[in-house]
């Protein structure tokens, strides 16, 4: 058969917009320290040092970033935001809020679906660990469930300068006559 | 190689609609067109289509590599001078390529002839992956066409695979430009195959796409974009503000960069001057080459980079010139000798073979009232049935 075995189009037809459904929940660990970790069940210092260091690496890379210390510490609570080693274009300093945690895959059970990462804290809702692109994971250490999507590594909140950089070169043929597709 | 006059599923519109295929009917005129459909022996597909497309493919890599080594190649094309290393490393680095349309010109019998190859932009996916799909299972169904067809068309199954072995980390964002239903249609249907494959997607407009201080592309939440679906070419990409800070935004760009040389038409001399005589190709040069002279029969000439048929001219022994109007042809143009579409009662007949991570997996057809495919072109189904 040269066709497709089956079709299914969720997402095109207007009555079923998400695929929510299929996103499988993942077992994550959450620890504050590496010594929390160790004293974990199945869990060793060795991969709680190592998810530490690999966690603490993408912090720099996801934590949301500020061009000025108060906005962050408005979302963050005073005294709860550091200097990143980036810099803007202009050469100002960047502001992130501390890493006060890390979430790292269950050990327990093996799966690997689970993006190592550093855990944040907001001001507005200081009881749970949240992900750098905000989502909630939990309020306690040791094990839990999260969706899928916030196991996922995490996209990186940031300030956008400019937009409408990009369609220029689509207006100017536009313009000059009736498009129906700028692909074709 | 045959065109049938059949019957339209009577619903088939309430159906577009819903499933949000809603530019079915353009400037008032069908463009999904059911009225007739064609029909293929198997042998056609497998040994006029199929294969050829992966043989035209494996040439394309060689004038990709060939290309990428040579300065001289690269000005031909017309490439910015300041993109060539960039280009250069996303092909060294291999990041993987979607999709592609090879229109071809076929009819029935002897070597297919490659036209172009729609590497970059490509349209009329969604009509050919699904709406096709379905009108070939109803059609069966309601005895419409016999029972026992099938049809070169397993696009859905190799996107969503695809899609799979793309290993994107986090999200994919899939953006097209404002004004086109045609366009953020087929980017709909992308997204669809790539969230059945398990990944996190998000659409949004090309000129909504913003920048950070640090020169990363950001969505319209403030988010970084780490692996971008483009439906807007690459030329274009290359001449916007935002496209000469693309190289350093960390962007993983779908399709990479270097299918920008494939999509442009100097692929064809290209290909011409390294496969001369290949019965699946067109004699075809550089336009200020003086070999472009010698072409007998009539010759079409194309813009390196142009849409929808756009500034293409034909001229043909004996009859007029044909031109279709359009904003293109700065960058040069090609020649190619003229090898004329079949005519179906009337209809000049264009194959579209596509090509999903290289891998030719189905079928689209496109029918104009002139020798020149445009804007105005109608999609028809296909089956395969000896």
Known sequence: MKRSRTLTLALMSATA????????????????????CATQDGFNLQACE??????????????????????????????????????????????????????????????????TQPLYRSRDDAKNFRTGDNQKVSGKTGISKVSG?????????????????????ARARASMGKFRSFGG | MQRITIEERDDWKTQADELGFNFH???????????????????????????????????????????????????????PEGFWDYIRSSWMNQEKNLYGRLDLSYDGNGPAKLLEYNADTPTSLYESAAFQWVWLEQAMKREIIPPGCDQFNSIHETMVEAFRNFGIPG??????????????????????????AGLETAFLFMEDIGIDAAG????????????????????????????????KSGVTVIEPAWRAILSNKGLLPLLWEMFEGHPNLLPAYFADDPRAADLQGGYVRKPLLSREGGNVEMVRPGEETLMVEGPYGEEGFIVQALHPLPVFEGNHT???????????????IREDNSPITKDSSRFLPHVILD
């Open chain 1, 17 to 36: 917009l998400t695929l929510a459904a299929c996103d499988n929940p993942e077992e994550v660990a959450v620890f504050e320290t590496v010594e929390q």
């Open chain 1, 50 to 115: 190592a998810n530490m260091k690999q966690a603490q690496a993408e912090h720099v890379r996801v934590a949301p970033k500020y061009t000025s210390a108060a906005d962050c510490e408005a979302d963050f609570g005073a005294e709860q935001c550091e200097t990143s080693p980036q810099r803007t274009t202009s050469g100002g300093s960047v502001f992130m809020p501390l890493m006060m945690g890390y979430m790292m895959g269950n050990m327990m059970s093996g799966r690997s679906g689970v993006a």
């Open chain 1, 149 to 169: 999507q916030t196991a996922r590594a995490p996209s990186t909140k940031t300030s956008t300068i400019k937009r409408g950089g990009f369609g220029s070169a």
């Open chain 2, 25 to 79: 009917t353009l400037y008032g005129a069908a463009y999904w067109d059911e009225t007739a459909c064609y029909r293929f022996g198997l042998q056609q597909i497998e040994n006029d289509i199929e294969d050829p497309s992966e043989e035209i493919e494996k040439m394309c890599f060689e004038v990709v590599a060939r290309a990428l080594d040579s300065e001289e190649i690269m000005g031909k094309l017309a490439i």
């Open chain 2, 171 to 196: 999200k994919l964002h899939l953006a097209s430009c404002k004004g086109s239903d045609e366009d953020a249609g087929t980017v709909h249907y992308i997204e669809e195959c790539a969230a059945q």
């Open chain 2, 216 to 247: 990363r592309l950001t969505d319209t939440d403030d988010l970084t974009i780490s692996t971008l679906f483009k439906l807007y070419p690459w030329e274009w990409v290359m001449a916007d503000e935002f496209g000469r800070a693309l190289p």
């Open chain 2, 350 to 364: 264009v194959i579209g073979s596509w090509l999903v991570a290289s891998k030719p997996c189905g079928m689209g």
